[in-house]
């Protein structure tokens, strides 16, 4: 019996891309290049006006030149009315304010889906939560895309994949067919929790090479410190629910690989600034775009920590951020909780299923009593 053919998914005609920094531009020029009708939500209206007659973003993507089908708008309004597919590229820490005013402009089966990679401050919520908490949508019409995805690079269009995930694999396969160009392609899974985690934890390992390539460290370290970094990252993600799996893909290591080696990485510079003896507050003045990692490295200790998982390197960086540690003094991948050498792995049930954080926090909290409550 001959097989039978799925008819391709018909690709959305209109798109709303909200937030028109370097990351939401260069989104919006994939999803024009890939066919779509795009409009882009510029906050300020001379950033707008500069895109559509100029068809350039000079603050941002300076030397690009946007496709003819992006047009941009200082109206929410406007950039989401009749969009199928929404997608949003602001500062996490300002997401939640922004939902209330997409409500009104929200068709009952629009699709929301994150570019962002932090967690919120206060909440450690991650992305697509505070959507699911903001807007009146249900878990299968949200989505996110992460991966190893400089800006610069994607808008001078050089080869690059994604990952696009839902709860609903047709959602995922929705976007990631509008996600879809001659120099872009989206993969899709189902793993929502570890593709959002992933994009939020390489920022902290990209801020702790940034800081040991600032004091001038070299090729063994930062190695030393992305491998471990993998292992923290893929530990805490599973103690919340990840595939393990999911933190070696395009999200997790490919990430990593990117963020960790790429001058381009504001996360990356941020740490290099720090490294080089500059206090947080200077760090902060001197970036004008979005290092995600700074914010999130308060919330996602807190996380690990209610889940028992060790993060040194997240704890150091805590302390370079906080002017306790010297940049020189950094070495999270000398850390140890024992005088015992320890197995490369943390999970010892061969499968990555996870025993690591119960394990860790049985152990922590057996070190604890051993050493009469004081920090083992
Ligand atoms: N730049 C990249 O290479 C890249 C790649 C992948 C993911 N991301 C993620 O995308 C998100 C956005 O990053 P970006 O690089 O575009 O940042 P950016 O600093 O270049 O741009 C941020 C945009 O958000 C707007 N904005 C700032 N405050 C706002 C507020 N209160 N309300 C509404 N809009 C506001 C700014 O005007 C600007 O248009 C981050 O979470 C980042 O981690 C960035
Ligand atoms: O410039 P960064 O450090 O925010 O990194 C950009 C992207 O997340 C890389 O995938």
Request: with cysteine; proline share 5%; aromatic share 4%.
């Amino acid at each position: 019996m001959a097989k039978a053919v799925k008819a391709p998914v018909a690709r959305p005609r209109r798109i709303a891309v909200l937030g028109a920094g370097s990351w939401g531009t260069t989104f919006a020029k994939i999803l024009a290049d890939g066919g779509s009708d795009v409009v882009l939500w510029a906050r300020r209206p001379e950033l707008a006006r500069e895109i559509n007659e100029v068809k350039r973003n000079s603050d941002y993507l300076e030397g690009i030149n946007l496709p003819r089908n992006l047009r941009a708008t200082p109206r929410l309004g406007e950039a989401m009315r009749d969009a199928e597919q929404v997608f949003v590229s602001i500062p996490s820490q300002t997401l939640r304010s922004n939902l209330e005013a997409m409500i009104p402009f929200l068709g009952p089966e629009t699709i929301v889906v994150s570019l962002m990679k932090g967690v919120e401050k206060g909440t450690g919520l991650r992305m697509s939560e505070v959507i699911a908490q903001g807007l009146p949508i249900e878990q299968e019409r949200i989505a996110v895309a992460s991966g190893p995805n400089l800006a610069l690079e994607i808008a001078r269009e050089q080869p690059t994949a994604a990952v696009v995930s839902s709860a609903s694999l047709e959602t995922a396969q929705a976007v990631a067919i509008s996600a879809t160009n001659r120099y872009f392609r989206s993969f899709v899974n189902t793993d929502v929790i570890g593709t959002e985690f992933g994009g939020v934890l390489k920022n902290l390992i990209a801020v702790a090479i940034g800081i040991v390539d600032g004091v001038g460290y070299g090729e063994n370290t930062k190695a030393s410190i992305i491998t471990r970094g993998l292992v923290e990252m893929t530990d805490f993600a599973v103690a919340y629910g990840a595939q393990p799996e999911t933190l070696s893909g395009l999200a997790g290591l490919g990430d990593l690989i990117a963020t960790c080696e790429s001058p381009l990485s504001r996360n990356n510079t941020a740490g290099r600034l720090l490294g080089q003896g500059y206090g947080f507050h200077d760090v902060v003045k001197q970036m004008n775009q979005t290092a995600e990692g700074l914010a999130s490295v308060a919330p996602i200790l807190s996380l690990a920590e209610a889940r028992g998982v060790d993060m040194p390197i997240v704890r150091q960086v805590s302390q370079v951020l906080a002017g306790t540690l010297d940049p020189k003094d950094i070495a999270p991948h000398l850390t140890t909780d024992s005088d015992e050498p320890q197995g490369e792995r943390t999970t010892d049930d061969g499968q990555g299923h996870g025993r690591t954080s119960v394990w860790g926090s049985l152990k922590r909290a057996f070190d604890q009593l051993r050493d009469g409550g004081r920090r083992p």
